[in-house]
C-alpha cells in the first residue's frame, strides 16, 4: 500500500503552486473557518454551479490534464458558441454520452478481475432517481453508494453537481484505477461480515482519501530518490526555488482527488490540503507525460 503524505497548497490564484510548512494547530483553525465558511456559501443554491468554472480556470494548471474533457463539455452544451464557460448545467445524459464512446471496445482487466464487461455497462445515473427505485433495506446498508457501483456498474450522478462531475472526469481519464479502489471497497466491507456497518475501516479511509484529494506525483526514475526526499521532507524551497529546473524537468503533478477540482472551481483558500504519492516513471514517459501537460496551455 502507497504511503500518503500531506501537500498543502497555498494559492493566491489558480495559475501557480506554492507550498509551505503550517503547524498541525493552525492547519486546524485554518481547516475549521473555511470548512464553516465553504459550509455557508455552499447551502446557498445556485441555479447553475457550472457556471464557476470560467475559461480562465479551465486554462489554469490544476485542470490541466482533463482540459480536453472540459473543452468537449463546454462546446456541447453552449452549441459551439463562445460564452467563456458553462450557460447551463450539465445533462447527465451527455455524461453516458461520452462514456459509452470512450469505453466502447476496450478491454480492461484490474488486478483482482476481468472488467471488459463491467465497463461495457458502466453508466451514470441520476442518483435520485437511483435512492427512489432502490429499496429502503439497501439504502439502510453500510456503503449503499460503493455497493451499487460495483453491482451494477451505475455510478450515482447529482445534477448541477460539480464534484459529482469531477468525479466522472476522473473515471474518464483513470477508469481502472477507479474501478480498482471500488473493488477493494467492495472486497473490505464483504471482509468484515457485516452489511450495516457504517464505520470505514483504515483501507476505506485510505482509498476514500486518495480518491478525494489525492494527489500523483510521477518523478523520473533517476531523480526519484532525490526528489521525493525533499518532497516528503517538506523541503520546499529546496525542491522548488533552488531546484526548480530540476522539478520542472522530472516531475508533474496530477489531480486524482475530484474534491480538490471542485474546491478549487468554488471556493480555493490558503491552507487546503491535500495528500500524495509519488511514483518513478521512466524517462520516456515522464518526458511525453510533460510534454502532453504543456500542450494543453
Known amino acids: 500500500m502507497f504511503k500518503l503524505q500531506n501537500v498543502l497548497f497555498l494559492r493566491n490564484n489558480l495559475f501557480g503552486l506554492k507550498l509551505a510548512r503550517i503547524n498541525a494547530q493552525q492547519q486546524h483553525q485554518m481547516h475549521t473557518k473555511c470548512s464553516q465558511q465553504a459550509y455557508t456559501w455552499k447551502s446557498e443554491i445556485l441555479a447553475n454551479e457550472f457556471s464557476l468554472l470560467t475559461d480562465e480556470k479551465m ?8 482540459q480536453p474533457l472540459l473543452r468537449h463539455f463546454s462546446e456541447r452544451v453552449n452549441n459551439m458558441e463562445n460564452v467563456g464557460g458553462f450557460k447551463e448545467p450539465i445533462p447527465v445524459q451527455y455524461l453516458n454520452d461520452l462514456s459509452c464512446s470512450m469505453m466502447k471496445n476496450i478491454q480492461f482487466s484490474t488486478s483482482m478481475t476481468d472488467d471488459s464487461e463491467w465497463f461495457r455497462k458502466l453508466k451514470f445515473v441520476d ?4 435512492m427512489a427505485n432502490v429499496s429502503s433495506e439497501k439504502l439502510e446498508e453500510g456503503f449503499w453508494y460503493e455497493r451499487h457501483i460495483c453491482e451494477t456498474s451505475q455510478v450515482p450522478t447529482r445534477f448541477n453537481n460539480l464534484h459529482d462531475f469531477y468525479g466522472f472526469l476522473i473515471w474518464m481519464t483513470f477508469p481502472k484505477t477507479k474501478r480498482l479502489f471500488n473493488l477493494l471497497h467492495n472486497q473490505n466491507m464483504l471482509e468484515r461480515d457485516n452489511p450495516h456497518c457504517k464505520k470505514r475501516s483504515p483501507t476505506q479511509n485510505f482509498l476514500t482519501l486518495f480518491d478525494e484529494c489525492g494527489v500523483l506525483v510521477c518523478i523520473e526514475e533517476n531523480h526519484f530518490e532525490e526528489l521525493k526526499s525533499l518532497l516528503y521532507n517538506m523541503e520546499f524551497k529546496e525542491l522548488f526555488w533552488k531546484r526548480r529546473e530540476v522539478v520542472e524537468e522530472n516531475m508533474l503533478f496530477i489531480n486524482f482527488g475530484h474534491s480538490i477540482l471542485e474546491m478549487l472551481t468554488m471556493r480555493p483558500y490558503i491552507g487546503y490540503t491535500t495528500k ?11 518526458k511525453s507525460l510533460i510534454a502532453n501537460f504543456c500542450s494543453q496551455r
Not at 127 to 130: A, E, L, P, S, V
Request: negative net charge.
Open 127 to 130: 442518483q435520485d432517481f437511483i
Open 276 to 286: 500524495f504519492t509519488a511514483v518513478p516513471v521512466n524517462s520516456e514517459t515522464c
Open 59 to 66: 486554462n489554469s494548471a490544476p485542470f490541466r490534464f482533463i
